[in-house]
């Protein structure tokens, strides 16, 4: 029986790797951090557009289902790739060395690190959070009424000053913010909810819900990058440029939040190394070859129901390689 290795538990790896299994490759899955569900499960602790279900709900079903048909190893990654063609024989880091016919990677994304734009004030103002600080707080209850909130778009993301490598769109932060701006107002109906937008992607079905809706029920939309966040009396000042009035303005609220852009993770480079896989210009991977399949944000920033849709692509891929047909 063939035999593939999917790098990645994350939602494009679990999909890949329950569709392999149903088509009845003998699959392996590994993942470095000790839980499966990838970055919704270790960072979006509330809910996920479009499903609106917490992390756990929407994937724990899949992941328990991969488990019964998949060897599964957690809390490893691949060390070195022994073999320059297929079969492979992949070394990792517990040990362990597989011989698979095929590679699908699924080794995802990581978030912007905030403190890296220094004058939006994360860590040096009180009350700005990232928007998965936000999550936590929601799930756990803890939010205390606010009198206003402002959502910031695009931390990290369509951002040239940090340099070429940060031009791509996050993909999920629009549609994510406009979800949990529509929580806050529903929660709390007379704050004032802001989002700050550069411009607003939600893509198809999600502009209904997740832009107009949110604008319907109360949520104030402005278009402008905000320059820089500092303290006033203890709460934080937003200095931007309103770029449809065309002026300079300044907004004091309770709450700033960042809505953080996503990059490769450091799997996702240390893979496309090992196995001489170009890149792009922001490091994702940005080719296939013999044997080697990529599934979900590795390749590109990807929603969520992207992401799962992908990995079953991905694995089509893979089956008709493993099976001899051309793809
Ligand atoms: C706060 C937050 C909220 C979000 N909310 C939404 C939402 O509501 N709706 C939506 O559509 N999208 C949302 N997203 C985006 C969503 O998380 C991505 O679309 C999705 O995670 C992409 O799935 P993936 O499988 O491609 O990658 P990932 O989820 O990044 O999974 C990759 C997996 O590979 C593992 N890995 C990495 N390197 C290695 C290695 N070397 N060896 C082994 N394993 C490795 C990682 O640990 C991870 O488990 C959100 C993102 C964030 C940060």
Redesign the pocket.
């Known amino acids: 029986m063939k035999k593939v290795l999917v ?8 999909s890949a790797a329950e569709a392999l299994a149903g088509l009845g490759f003998e699959v392996y899955l ?4 000790d839980k ?5 499960v ?3 602790r509330y ?4 499903y609106e279900k917490s992390p756990e709900e929407l994937l724990n079903p899949l992941a328990e289902r991969v488990k019964e048909k998949v060897r599964v190893f957690t809390g ?3 060390e070195a790739v022994l073999t320059d063609r297929p079969p492979f024989d992949v070394r990792l880091t517990n040990g362990e060395t597989l011989r698979v016919d095929a590679l699908v990677l ?6 912007f690190d905030p403190t890296r734009k220094g004058e939006l004030g994360f860590k040096l103002v009180n009350g700005v959070v ?3 600080q936000l ?1 936590a707080m929601l799930a756990r209850n803890e939010l205390k009424e606010p009198g206003s909130v402002a959502f910031v778009f695009c931390v990290g993301s369509r951002d040239l000053q940090l340099g070429p490598s940060y031009a791509h769109c996050c ?2 932060g629009c ?2 913010a406009g ?1 949990l701006a529509l929580e806050l107002k529903r929660r709390f109906p007379s704050a004032r909810v802001y989002c700050f937008y550069t411009d607003v992607r939600t893509c198809s079905t999600l502009e209904r819900r997740y832009y107009l809706l949110p604008q319907r029920e109360g949520v104030r939309y402005v278009r402008g990058r905000v320059a820089r966040i500092y303290e006033q009396n203890g709460k934080p000042v937003l200095k931007f440029e309103d770029t449809l009035l065309g002026r300079p303005s300044e907004l004091a609220v309770d709450l700033a939040v960042l809505v ?1 852009g ?1 990059e490769p ?4 480079k ?2 496309a190394r090992l196995l001489s896989l170009k890149q792009d210009e922001s490091g994702f991977i940005a080719e296939e070859r013999e044997g080697v399949f990529v ?4 390749k590109g ?7 799962l849709t ?2 079953k692509a991905t694995a089509l891929r893979a089956a008709l390689y493993l099976k001899g047909e051309k793809t």
């Open positions: 790098v990645g538990g994350g939602p494009a790896g679990l590994v993942e470095k951090e499966l569900g990838g970055l919704p270790k960072e979006s809910k996920l557009f479009p490893a990654e691949v699924a080794t995802g994304v990581k978030s990232t928007n998965a999550e993909s999920y549609a994510h979800m953080l996503l993770s450091e799997g996702t240390k893979l599934a979900g944000s590795c920033l990807l929603t969520l129901q992207e992401a992908d990995g």
